[in-house]
């Protein structure tokens, strides 16, 4: 069997003793709209499916399927720690560990995948961010989870990975009055658009939080997650098309054993 193709992002593949991958939506089993890694337990898709998607993915990683830890997340700006594998997801959108083996993953399709590790500490996360945890605060919680587990913020080296891009993210002028009440500063991340919209450059301004939160160094690696439909799921382009639902997306970090 082929592993699933993935991406990966330069900042991390130079740590020794760590493994990530960006994984596109090529090399699955799902079957239609999920056509074909769709990792989503919470999707509509065949379980079974789901699972075996899972269990390439977590082939690709070098850890076992019960390895490959993924929250239920919920737009929060939770972070957990872990450090052995789970029976029940916990709602949360972001975990972290230093143990070795166990993968830390996000689910997106849109959304900000952000991966993160401290080289000295080894110790690693994901976390998932849509607007609402990225203004929320799911950057600093992530790195506060780190730190509690021996991270310190001015070494760790974060990367987000494919996510919706400026030029596909229209929305209300409402949202730039928000942020900027919420996050003053932020409003440079919202280009013009048609009348009474903007075009909201969300990697960018979660880089922005990255900086904010103190981390050494953060990249994007600038894959548009709605313009590239044949390698990516994506929400806004299933709600423009009028679709049923959609697959999700996996971002992985491992320390090796």
Known sequence: MTPPPTLQSPLLSRI????????TRQGGVSQGVYDSL???????DDPAAVQENRARAAAALGVKPDALLTCYQIHSTLAVAVDAPWTERPQADGVVTRTPGLACGALSADCTPILF????????????????????????????AMEAQGA???????????????????????????????????????????????????????LWRLEQAGVAEAEWIERDTCA????????RRVVLRGEADYGRLLSAIVIDR
């Open 38 to 44: 769709n990792v989503g337990v919470g999707s509509k």
């Open 152 to 206: 310190r913020r001015e070494r760790i080296v974060a990367a987000i990975g494919p996510c919706i891009a400026q030029a596909s993210y229209e929305v209300g002028e409402d949202y730039r009055d928000h942020f900027a009440a919420e996050a003053p500063g932020s409003e440079r991340f919202f280009g013009p658009g048609r009348l009474g919209k903007c075009q909201f450059d969300l990697p960018r301004f979660v």
């Open 117 to 144: 590790a401290d080289p000295e500490a080894r110790v690693v996360g994901a976390a998932h961010a849509g607007w609402k945890g990225a203004l929320g605060g799911m950057v600093e919680s992530a790195v506060q």
């Open 16 to 23: 020794a003793g760590v493994r990530h991958a960006f994984f």
């Open 228 to 235: 590239e439909e044949d390698l990516f799921f994506s929400n």
